[in-house]
């Protein structure tokens, strides 16, 4: 750790000793930002190498070590761009959500998805989420994990209101249909379709608990692609699409 200490005085009259000493430690940056195009590829090969030895040794076992050797720099070189493994963490972190954050701002666009109708839309939206919790499924676990260890370090609350302003423009967008949603409140409804399927996929999917449902009903991604839809949009009050629908939506 790097302590930079600044020294108050505070004195008594000529000849009087010091009546006070006020020693201010300043705790080194945990990250320092790149200014050029040479530190910005740097800093991109550190969250590629993080984020696969993250997925080969989880959270725990990516060490920096080994993050180095995957980004072919030196362990020093990690240490200057970031105070310590936490804050290369963060880093890691932030960027997945700022992917998921334009990936919600490109798909929820209500103008381009506007003629699509409510249950082909829904329908589209609940696959892709089977289809996105299962690409970054061991990503997303371990960002769990981190949240869960650190619920109240200012990157978590920061994370958890831009997730709350992604959630609110997939709210919004769906409300487009309001009228044909039967429910007594269809923000509600929505909401709560979300926290189901959302529910599932993170029991079933990120924390990889198929298995254990094998002797009362066998699970696969094709199952949840085609029953997920029903249940978000039997919430809604809404018919179930036919198969013909449904397929149509994955293929999508």
Request: hydrophobic share 45%; proline share 6%.
């Amino acid at each position: 750790m790097v302590l930079k200490c600044e020294y108050t005085f505070t004195f008594q009259p000529a000849g009087c000793q010091p009546r006070r000493i006020v020693l201010v430690p300043q705790r080194r940056a945990a990250e320092i930002p790149p200014r050029q195009a040479r530190s910005r590829e740097t800093l991109r090969r550190l969250l590629d190498a993080a984020e696969a030895v993250m997925l080969a040794h989880g959270p725990e076992g990516a060490t920096v070590p080994r993050i180095a050797k995957q980004a072919r720099v030196s362990p020093a070189t990690v240490y200057r761009r970031f105070r310590d493994k936490d804050a290369l963490m963060r880093a890691v972190f932030r960027r997945f959500n700022e992917r998921s954050r334009s990936a919600v701002r490109e798909q929820f666009d209500r103008d381009a998805v506007r003629a699509i109708g409510l249950v082909r839309f829904a329908t589209i939206v609940v696959q892709g989420m089977v289809q996105g919790f299962r690409a970054n499924a061991a990503l997303s676990r371990a960002a769990i994990q981190y949240a869960e260890r650190h619920p109240n370090a200012d990157f978590i609350r920061a994370s958890g209101a831009s997730e709350a302003k992604s959630f609110q423009q997939m709210v919004d967008t769906l409300l487009m249909w309001r009228d044909d949603i039967d429910h007594p409140d269809p923000d509600q409804a929505i909401r709560f379709a979300f926290l189901i399927v959302a529910t599932v996929l993170r029991d079933l999917v990120l924390f990889d608990r198929m298995r254990l449902m094998a002797t009362v009903i066998p699970v696969d991604d094709d199952l949840l692609k085609r029953e997920l839809p029903r249940v978000f949009l039997r919430c809604l009050g809404v018919a179930t699409p036919p198969d013909n629908q449904t397929k149509m939506g994955r293929r999508a």
